[in-house]
């Protein structure tokens, strides 16, 4: 008999939805997104629980505290499970319609049948780090379009002066945010050995300044430590899906995309630079051309390799090395490499 009761947990901005199952009946409960409501929600297991399991979704920073408020608790294991893979099960239990209430039963039923993974949560340290990279790419993306704003005003003489002041003016106020943030994660990064380390590591690799190490650094943190390179890949979502039925079906190899989305966006400018500037990615990017690959394909298995020549620099401590990963590439480069020498 399994000695643990489950629970789902709907979140919202404003809003948790329970449902817990406990002795074969469904109970459901509403309870504020607050600190006050968190304690609610956990004096409302302790009352009708055993030993319970919490399923919720992983679904940004509403549900961040209340996730950590449960790991804490003694008799409590809380499930962060991936939104596509509960979507996929709400299809299979023919799930047909969409409400807040539905969806925590679903969970609890997920919760209840599938594979159970307890949530780890990553240290203080590493959450401050990712919520500042983060920040950072948000910055970002808003400062980019914001120059195409610029450019676009600058274009026309009919553009009021003010347009072009406020803008002008945004853009400096972007800027000095993004460097403080920075600033702020180089100070974290100088607290702990572990991570100044790694970050230097990421450094040496071409093409990878101080923004785009932390942004990378800012969400590798947050994988476990006992993780391999290929559960690194998943973790990323750029492992290959395949999709095969019999002789007669068979699609194009894909990536997942089941994983994180910000690292993955952090993969992407340093594969692009490392492309154009690195020559054992620039020669497996033109090998993959040469084999009838499309660009965004090649460039997202440079993004893998990337990815996989950082785990071994994380795990070995040792300078980044191209050549280490592409043996078979290293001897089509020695002869330039030579000649450039001489």
């Not at 499930?79 to 969806?103: C, E, L, Q, Y």
Request: some cysteine; overall charge positive; hydrophobic content about 45%.
């Amino acid at each position: 008999m399994d000695k643990h009761d489950v629970a789902g947990v709907e979140i919202s901005a404003k809003v948790l939805v329970m449902a817990l199952k406990s002795h074969g009946q469904m109970r459901s409960a509403e309870f504020p997104n607050t600190a006050a409501g968190h304690n609610q929600l956990i004096r409302f297991l302790r009352r009708h629980s055993r030993p319970v399991r919490v399923c919720m979704e992983s679904t940004g920073l509403y549900g961040l505290d209340l996730a950590l408020a449960l790991q804490a608790q003694k008799g409590m294991e809380i499930m962060v499970a991936n939104p596509r893979s509960v979507r996929h099960f709400g299809a299979a239990m023919m799930k047909r319609s969409k409400t807040d209430p539905i969806d925590a039963k679903l969970l609890a039923e997920y919760a209840e049948r599938m594979p159970f993974h307890s949530w780890q949560p990553p240290s203080l340290l590493a959450r401050q780090l990712c919520a500042i990279a983060r920040a950072i790419h948000q910055l970002t993306e808003i400062n980019t379009m914001q120059k195409n704003q610029l450019h676009a005003a600058g274009s026309t003489v009919t553009t009021p002066k003010i347009v072009v002041q406020e803008l002008q003016r945004s853009l400096a106020h972007q800027k000095r945010a993004i460097e403080r943030l920075l600033k702020k994660a180089m100070h974290l990064l100088q607290s702990d050995p572990l991570l100044q380390r790694r970050f230097q590591l990421l450094l040496g690799i071409g093409g990878i300044k101080e923004l785009s190490a932390v942004q990378l650094l800012g969400e590798l943190v947050l994988i476990p430590a006992d993780c391999d390179v290929r559960q690194w890949v998943a973790y990323a979502g750029l492992d290959p899906r395949q999709y095969k039925s019999g002789e007669s079906v068979e699609r194009k190899v894909r990536i997942s995309k089941a994983g994180n989305r910000h690292l993955r966006r952090a993969l992407f400018m340093p594969a692009l630079v490392a492309v154009r500037h690195n020559p054992h990615f620039r020669a497996f990017y033109r090998e993959l051309l040469a084999k009838g690959k499309l660009k965004m394909v090649a460039l997202v298995a440079v993004m893998r390799k990337l990815l996989h020549g950082i785990y071994g620099i994380f795990k070995s401590q040792q300078p980044f090395d191209a050549g280490k990963l592409f043996p078979s590439l290293v001897l089509l480069l020695e002869p330039a490499t030579k000649k450039m020498a001489c």
